[in-house]
């Protein structure tokens, strides 16, 4: 099992390779995923606070009474360095392995209609932009996505 | 036993190579996620029995290429040579499903709807006005917002289809994404909206129930035109 350090490290190396690659709309997403952390609902004692409140309200529901109200809210809790690889690495399953299984789906798929089409196209009309599809291209790059999926399985399991 | 470091130099390096290069970016996978929506509806139309689906552009009845947008847009834009599918059930209207075209709400603001299937009435007075028009949700009976994130769905984007949905009129709206969002599911099935989650390929679970609610819209519209 990997200690915390260990985990940052590698968690700063993958970034830093998604980075080289181009894929900063990955690490941005993890990175707000990350900052919202880990939400739950739970009963908050104000009273367990310890502080002064300035709000007289707050000062005699929560202090005052020996047994002070418990409310419900939204909490959220830092995610420790595993879970925060784990996001990363979902991502980067997300948005290597899973987008060429989408790929291939529309263009090799036999039950697809759209996949008696030789070329799939996408284009922008706000930046004149496109880029297409087609089964061969999806094909090369078949053999190395089973191969990262493989690998990031792996990797999960020894953190 | 390969180290972790071996296994994360290994990962770095086949992350390089596993990269299609038409698809590094954000917008790419989005663009491709809808275009699996759209093919999941039309799958939904085939199973529940259209007599006759076929590929169009507008200019050419069956194109060999299939252009999608992937910026919202009108239907009778001329930049690209456009690919729609037109759908028929026997005896019904003819019906169009197109990808990211802007529709008409009630308050005659216009939204943009990444896959949609409307009336081919309408669909053709909008193609071929002269001037930009958009569809009226009303003639709109499957609106599908599509969403392909690498990290679990923030809360605004429910808000934002919740806002789409209170004013449009389309018969049925979903809300699509490729993983979970519990804040998100909680919101939309407190608001009885339809969504479904975690869709692509390798979940048969999720996409053939998402398939079948594709396909009880379409049931729900042949019955709407009965004679």
């Given at each position: 099992m990997a200690t915390d350090n260990e985990i940052n490290q590698m968690y700063d190396a993958l970034v830093s390779a998604l980075r080289g690659l181009r894929l900063d709309w990955v690490i941005e997403e993890v990175e707000a995923q990350v900052a919202l952390g880990r939400l739950s609902v739970k009963k908050v004692r104000p009273a367990e606070f310890k502080a002064r409140f300035e709000d007289r309200h707050n000062q005699e529901n929560y202090v005052n009474k020996p047994k002070g109200q418990s409310l419900k809210f939204v909490v959220s809790e830092e995610y420790t360095p595993r879970e925060r690889l784990m996001i990363l690495l979902d991502a980067v399953e997300s948005a290597v392995v899973q987008t060429v299984e989408v790929a291939r789906y529309i263009t090799?798929?036999?039950?697809?209609?759209?996949?008696?089409?030789?070329n799939i196209e996408f284009f922008s009309e706000q930046t004149g932009q496109s880029f297409r599809i087609n089964p061969t291209q999806v094909l090369l790059y078949d053999e190395s996505v089973k191969k990262l999926a493989r690998l990031l399985g792996q990797l999960r399991q020894r953190v | 036993m390969t180290t972790n470091q071996d296994l994360l130099d290994e990962i770095q390096t086949t992350l390089g190579e596993a990269l299609i290069p038409s698809l590094t970016t954000s917008s790419a996978a989005d663009d491709l996620y809808e275009a699996y929506i759209f093919s999941l509806v039309i799958e939904a139309a085939r199973a529940e029995g259209a007599a006759h689906i076929e590929f169009k552009s507008r200019n050419n009845a069956s194109p060999t290429s299939f252009v999608f947008r992937t910026s919202p847009g009108y239907l009778?834009?001329?930049?690209k040579d456009y690919g729609y599918a037109e759908i028929e059930f026997t005896g019904k209207p003819i019906l169009e499903a197109h990808l990211g075209v802007r529709i008409e709400g009630h308050s005659e603001v216009l939204h943009e709807c990444d896959i949609c299937v409307l009336l081919k009435s309408e669909a053709e007075l909008c193609r071929l006005s002269p001037m930009r028009i958009a569809p009226r949700s009303k003639t709109v009976i499957i609106a599908v917002e599509a969403k392909y994130y690498t990290t679990d769905l923030s809360l605004n984007l429910g808000r934002a289809f919740l806002g789409l949905v209170s004013d449009s009129s389309a018969e049925k709206s979903y809300f699509v994404v490729n993983r979970n969002s519990d804040s998100i599911e909680k919101l939309l099935t407190h608001k009885k909206k339809y969504w479904e989650h975690k869709i692509i390929p390798q979940n048969r679970n999720e996409v053939n129930r998402l398939r079948s609610m594709f396909q009880v819209a379409f049931r729900d519209f042949k019955a709407k035109h009965r004679l």
């Amino acid at each position: 099992m990997a200690t915390d350090n260990e985990i940052n490290q590698m968690y700063d190396a993958l970034v830093s390779a998604l980075r080289g690659l181009r894929l900063d709309w990955v690490i941005e997403e993890v990175e707000a995923q990350v900052a919202l952390g880990r939400l739950s609902v739970k009963k908050v004692r104000p009273a367990e606070f310890k502080a002064r409140f300035e709000d007289r309200h707050n000062q005699e529901n929560y202090v005052n009474k020996p047994k002070g109200q418990s409310l419900k809210f939204v909490v959220s809790e830092e995610y420790t360095p595993r879970e925060r690889l784990m996001i990363l690495l979902d991502a980067v399953e997300s948005a290597v392995v899973q987008t060429v299984e989408v790929a291939r789906y529309i263009t090799l798929n036999d039950n697809i209609e759209i996949q008696g089409l030789q070329n799939i196209e996408f284009f922008s009309e706000q930046t004149g932009q496109s880029f297409r599809i087609n089964p061969t291209q999806v094909l090369l790059y078949d053999e190395s996505v089973k191969k990262l999926a493989r690998l990031l399985g792996q990797l999960r399991q020894r953190v | 036993m390969t180290t972790n470091q071996d296994l994360l130099d290994e990962i770095q390096t086949t992350l390089g190579e596993a990269l299609i290069p038409s698809l590094t970016t954000s917008s790419a996978a989005d663009d491709l996620y809808e275009a699996y929506i759209f093919s999941l509806v039309i799958e939904a139309a085939r199973a529940e029995g259209a007599a006759h689906i076929e590929f169009k552009s507008r200019n050419n009845a069956s194109p060999t290429s299939f252009v999608f947008r992937t910026s919202p847009g009108y239907l009778n834009s001329s930049a690209k040579d456009y690919g729609y599918a037109e759908i028929e059930f026997t005896g019904k209207p003819i019906l169009e499903a197109h990808l990211g075209v802007r529709i008409e709400g009630h308050s005659e603001v216009l939204h943009e709807c990444d896959i949609c299937v409307l009336l081919k009435s309408e669909a053709e007075l909008c193609r071929l006005s002269p001037m930009r028009i958009a569809p009226r949700s009303k003639t709109v009976i499957i609106a599908v917002e599509a969403k392909y994130y690498t990290t679990d769905l923030s809360l605004n984007l429910g808000r934002a289809f919740l806002g789409l949905v209170s004013d449009s009129s389309a018969e049925k709206s979903y809300f699509v994404v490729n993983r979970n969002s519990d804040s998100i599911e909680k919101l939309l099935t407190h608001k009885k909206k339809y969504w479904e989650h975690k869709i692509i390929p390798q979940n048969r679970n999720e996409v053939n129930r998402l398939r079948s609610m594709f396909q009880v819209a379409f049931r729900d519209f042949k019955a709407k035109h009965r004679l």
